[in-house]
Nanobody
Framework: QVQLVESGGGLVQPGGSLRLSCAAS????????MRWYRQAPGKQRELVAQ???????NYADSVKGRFTISRDNAKNTVNLQMNSLKPEDTAVYYC????????WGQGTQVTVSS
């Protein structure tokens, strides 16, 4: 069965950095696009970044130039490097794959606060 397990969240000061990781299993990882979403309290879940099977990346306007998504097909992991973090980046971050249907990880909390 498909499993996505996120890690790397935490509390960081504004301007700081965090690196999220998502370990995937249960499907042929290298042949599927992978996505990071986030959901802040009281807001809808939004797409933050995606990376295709070919390595092409796309970002939400709000994170362009600050976040970088990458994948390691040998380790079946997708990462999200987050730099210059802002309080408005505070949210639960979810890893996602569309494999016949949407699959989600359990989420990892990112809190940006002084």
């Amino acid at each position: 069965q498909v499993q996505l397990v996120e890690s790397g969240g935490g509390l960081v000061q504004p301007g700081g950095s965090l690196r999220l990781s998502c370990a995937a299993s249960g499907f042929t990882f290298s042949t599927y696009a992978m996505r990071w979403y986030r959901q802040a309290p009281g807001k809808q879940r939004e797409l933050v970044a995606q990376i295709t099977r070919y390595g092409t990346t796309n970002y939400a306007d709000s994170v362009k130039g600050r976040f970088t998504i990458s994948r390691d097909n040998a380790k079946n992991t997708v990462n999200l490097q987050m730099n210059s973090l802002k309080p408005e980046d505070t949210a639960v971050y979810y890893c996602n794959v569309l494999y016949f249907r949407d699959y989600w990880g359990q989420g990892t909390q990112v809190t940006v606060s002084s």
